[in-house]
Structures are given as structure tokens and as C-alpha cells.
């Protein structure tokens, strides 16, 4: 009888075993998009936003996470659109896109974040060339963005949890530091159906401030 106790308590503890040894998931690996980095730079004539992005190439909100690349992203807003616009930064240089929707100039190059203070800037616009530095938005009371997708984990557990299959994550996460007047960080999950659970992180508190859910073809916001 003894035995048949011990063994009994064996089996009991198996399961509990087995689930401590269960594969934990790395949500890191499946992030699709990490807009890490902003710099701005404003005077009386223009605005200036650089993101620093590692994306998927090529970029599709469909649930499966691709190989990333890093990127730059410039948007040029000027008070007086000029006919041209090119800019330099460190060892790269090239002519800026006119966008009519956001009426201003952007581009987009391969290069790794700047980890500088600050990063140095040459514009170029009709006849006028403007050197200047951009500073970065985020100072050190700022979380970053591996901490904003651990809050939205913690936040919402089982929405991480409902798209895992044998140690597996079957979706896409998207991270973006965003600025207005304050740091705040978008993170976005996205399934197999382009479902979308986003939350909006407080970048200084770490305070969950919303949390919503939508469609990719029939919701803007991944946009943001």
C-alpha cells in the first residue's frame, strides 16, 4: 500500500513536471517591426523626424514574421514647400520624395540606428543649404521597447498565449516608439487572419493607456 501512495504522488507531480519543462516562448523572435529611435529637429521654416526601424522586407501585416532590415526613415515638413529637396546623413546622401498626402519630403534608406547623442544633418532646399542636429526624443527615464512588449505581455496574457502551438508563436508583433509632446510605444499583435491586438504604452510609466482590436483591411491604425 505504501508503495501504490508513492507512486500515486509520482504521477500527480509528472504532469507539473512536464509543464515546467514546457518550451517557453521568446516573443522577441517574432517581432516583425521595432521602430526603436526618434530624432527631431524644428525651426521657423521647417520640421525634421528621423526613425530609426528594423521591418520585414517585404513588409505584410499577415501574421508570419519575415527576416528584418534596418532602416531610416526622414519626413522633411518645410512652412514653404520647395521645388527640391536632398539631404545627407553620415555616409548617406539622396533627393527626398514629394508625398501630396503628407505635403512634404521623405526617404527611406538601409542603414543600422544611430546611437549617437544627436545626428548631424545637411538640407539641401532650392538654393539653401542647412546643416543641423537632431536630437533624440527619448531620454533615460524612457522604457524601452523590449520592456513595452513585456508590459503588453504581462497586460494581456492570454492574447500571446492563444497564438502558441508546441513551443511555436503563430503571429506577428509590431513595436513603434511614437512622439507627441511625450514618448509612447504601439504594440501591435497580429494573427494569421490579420487580426490585430494593439496596446498604447505610457513610454515613461509603463502604464497600459488603451487597448484595441481591429482588422488590418478595415482599420488605419497600423499606421501609426
Not at 539622396?94 to 543600422?112: L, Q, T
Not at 492570454?158 to 512622439?179: A, K, P
Request: glycine share 6%; with cysteine.
Amino acid at each position: 500500500m505504501k508503495k501504490f501512495f508513492i507512486l500515486f504522488a509520482t504521477l500527480l507531480c509528472f504532469p507539473l513536471f512536464l509543464s515546467a519543462c514546457a518550451k517557453q516562448v521568446d516573443y522577441s523572435r517574432y517581432v516583425s517591426e521595432r521602430r526603436s529611435e526618434i530624432y527631431l529637429y524644428r525651426d521657423d521654416s521647417l520640421s525634421l523626424t528621423i526613425n530609426c526601424v528594423c521591418r520585414e522586407q517585404p513588409y505584410n501585416a499577415d501574421g508570419i514574421c519575415g527576416e528584418g532590415c534596418d532602416l531610416v526613415e526622414v519626413f522633411v515638413k518645410f512652412k514653404k514647400n520647395p521645388q527640391t529637396a536632398q539631404i545627407s546623413i553620415s555616409s548617406f546622401s539622396g533627393e527626398m520624395n514629394y508625398e501630396a498626402v503628407k505635403d512634404g519630403f521623405s526617404i527611406v534608406f538601409s542603414s543600422a540606428p544611430f546611437s549617437s547623442d544627436g545626428v548631424d544633418c545637411t538640407l539641401t532646399f532650392d538654393d539653401t543649404t542647412s546643416s543641423f542636429c537632431a536630437l533624440p526624443v527619448k531620454d533615460k527615464g524612457v522604457i524601452s521597447s523590449d520592456e513595452a512588449l513585456s508590459i503588453a505581455v504581462e497586460n494581456s496574457p492570454q492574447t500571446f498565449q492563444n497564438l502558441q502551438s508546441n513551443g511555436n508563436f503563430l503571429g506577428e508583433i509590431s513595436i513603434r516608439l511614437i512622439y507627441d509632446d511625450a514618448c509612447y510605444y504601439y504594440v501591435g499583435v497580429c494573427d494569421r487572419q490579420s487580426k490585430v491586438t494593439a496596446f498604447l504604452i505610457d513610454g515613461s510609466s509603463g502604464r497600459v493607456i488603451s487597448t484595441k482590436n481591429y482588422s488590418i483591411f478595415s482599420n488605419a491604425m497600423r499606421s501609426v
